[in-house]
């Protein structure tokens, strides 16, 4: 297995897998055109943040996207995990635990992060387990948003 950074030849993939985890998560059909600009803007933007993959026998079988938020009270960013996603094949198989244990490296890298945080959907009882038993816990915060 081969971790690394997402680079512009995996658009497609990184497409396909947002697409998948949308479906699969909240039922909801992603407009191809629009997250080819969403994913295609991240990858050149490395100030936004970045995807890292897991390939397997030389294909993507898993990714995830960091973002970051400044924080004054920290003086650092925090690092947001979204849009993670493993092939249902590859799924159990510690592909996500390599993929964490990367952002953690990376931001170890560059002085550290004032935290690691991401969203999981509240009847993603797998996921709240992964998440878990790789020492992340349930933060105090609840999420408001207007659309």
């Not at 950074?5 to 947002?18: C, M, P, R, V, Y």
């Not at 897991?54 to 004054?72: K, N, P, Q, R, Y």
């Amino acid at each position: 297995m081969l971790i690394r950074k997402g680079l512009s030849t995996d658009l497609q993939a990184l497409i396909d897998f947002n697409q998948a985890m949308a479906l699969e998560t909240e039922g909801l059909s992603l407009d191809a055109d629009q997250l080819s600009i969403g994913v295609n803007t991240l990858l050149s933007s490395p100030e936004k943040g970045f995807y890292i993959v897991a390939e397997v026998d030389g294909e993507i079988a898993g990714s995830l996207m960091v973002t970051f938020e400044w924080s004054d009270w920290r003086a650092k960013d925090y690092y947001w995990i979204q849009s993670v996603y493993i092939r249902p094949e590859n799924r159990r198989q510690g592909i996500y635990k390599k993929l964490y244990q990367e952002v953690k490296d990376i931001a170890a890298q560059n002085g550290g992060a004032a935290s690691f945080r991401l969203y999981v959907e509240q009847e993603n009882i797998k996921a709240q387990q992964t998440y878990s038993a790789l020492g992340m816990d349930q933060s105090y915060y609840l999420m408001y948003e207007e659309k």
